[in-house]
């Protein structure tokens, strides 16, 4: 009776929660170490999921459309994201990401923030901002 009273008195108090925070080890010889990566690109285009077959990086959990994005330059430079290279990221709404309308958006440069696990191809809080070219 005790140690249902201890687990009762454990569980309404809150202290059976896991730290929310992935980057401190648990003791367990694993870590997850998270690294913030920074990408200049052009967005090529933009599509609804599903209407083809595309291999996407998904960055949110409620995604609804692709951004093809063409990567000019990546850091740090040990990233899973390759400059030279395009690739697609499943996003909910390339509005709320780029800020523009779709016509004002494809061919545009952005620099891009994301979060990757560091380990595993998982990433999120993809960002955006235009990043604006110097008058010639």
Known sequence: MKVIMLVLVCVL???HQLPLNTNQSTG???T?????ITFIGTVKSLEP???????????DFDSRFAVTVH??????????????KDQVFAVHSPAR?????????????YRFKVTWDGVRHRFSGLTAAPVVEPER
Do not use: F
């Not at 999921?49 to 960055?59: A, F």
């Open 13 to 15: 108090s809150g202290s």
């Open 28 to 30: 367990t010889g694993t």
């Open 32 to 36: 997850s170490h998270k690294v913030s």
């Open 49 to 59: 999921l599903g209407e083809r077959e595309l291999r996407v990086i998904p960055t």
């Open 71 to 84: 990567i000019e330059s990546v850091t740090p430079g040990d990233a899973p994201l390759e400059g030279g």
């Open 97 to 109: 990401l780029l800020g523009a309308v779709k016509e004002d958006m494809v061919g545009r440069k």
